[in-house]
Nanobody, 118 residues
Framework: QVQAVESGGGSVQPGGSLRLSCTVP????????VRWYRQVVGGQREWVAH???????GVADSAKDRFSISKDTARDTVYLQMRNLKSEDTAMYYCKTFGRAWCDRNKWGQGTQVTVSS
């Protein structure tokens, strides 16, 4: 099993931007899909965006036109670019691989905290 490593979170004012990174060694070779989720304290984990092994992407309606997802296959890293951040985007952000058995077995990362506040 491989554990995802998320980074790039922080505190920003409304309207600001952040770029989150998710590194999972091997996910390119195993042709995994990668998904970003977020969770607030006491809430359920909510899907934010995904990028499939073929490069197809999807973003939740709540973040469409503000968030984008991409990947660097040479670095086995997926990026979540977040723009025009709102207070409701405040959450812990997690990523994980999905798809083939190897992908499904990998662990969730520790997450990276995003706080949007004036």
């Amino acid at each position: 099993q491989v554990q995802a490593v998320e980074s790039g979170g922080g505190s920003v004012q409304p309207g600001g931007s952040l770029r989150l990174s998710c590194t999972v060694p091997g996910f390119t070779s195993y042709r995994c899909d990668v998904r970003w989720y977020r969770q607030v304290v006491g809430g359920q984990r909510e899907w934010v965006a995904h990028i499939k092994s073929d490069g197809t992407t999807g973003v939740a309606d709540s973040a469409k036109d503000r968030f984008s997802i991409s990947k660097d296959t040479a670095r086995d890293t997926v990026y979540l670019q977040m723009r025009n951040l709102k207070s409701e985007d405040t959450a812990m952000y997690y990523c994980k691989t999905f798809g083939r058995a190897w992908c499904d077995r990998n662990k969730w990362g520790q997450g990276t905290q995003v706080t949007v506040s004036s």
